[in-house]
């Protein structure tokens, strides 16, 4: 099964080494993501983050518990950095963080390819469900994060 893919813009007015930071630091995940996910970072190991960087979250998707795992697979600071599930619900989690200075802003860009495991049963709950939810939870980080970096 193909991929899914997500791609969301976002410009803020900080400059690009203060956006980085912002998004280096695993806690600020917890800021930027919706309550109704009851998410929570675990383990960061090792730490600060760098390539190999294991991530540990619990969260509760239609409040069935769930754990989390990704692995940072590149790390290239201030410009970019990848994500990937080791360990979660999707069959693929791939997500690409980049940083673009405009001046004294910066453009983020996410860019997730997901996909999801049960052949036709996941392209069913993708219909009816995780589409909007992951698109959901994007907006959200969106709003917070205009909120916290303006």
Do not use: C
Request: charged share 25%.
């Amino acid at each position: 099964m193909s991929p899914y893919r997500l791609l969301r813009e976002q410009l803020v007015a900080r400059p690009l080494d203060e956006v980085f930071s912002f998004f280096s630091k695993p806690e600020n995940l917890e800021a930027i993501t919706p309550a109704w996910l009851h998410f929570r970072t675990m383990t960061v190991a090792p730490s600060p983050v760098q390539t190999g960087t294991l991530i540990r979250y619990s969260l509760r998707i239609h409040g069935v518990p769930l754990h989390w795992t990704s692995r940072i697979v590149e790390w290239a600071p201030p410009h970019s950095f990848v994500d990937e599930q080791v360990r979660g619900p999707y069959r693929t989690w791939h997500h690409t963080h980049r940083f673009v200075a405009e001046g004294n802003q910066t453009r983020i860009v996410d860019d997730v390819l997901y996909a999801l495991p049960f052949g036709p049963m996941g392209r069913l709950a993708h219909r009816m469900k995780v589409k909007s939810d992951v698109e959901k939870i994007f907006a959200f980080r969106e709003m917070r994060i205009r909120q916290m970096l303006g």
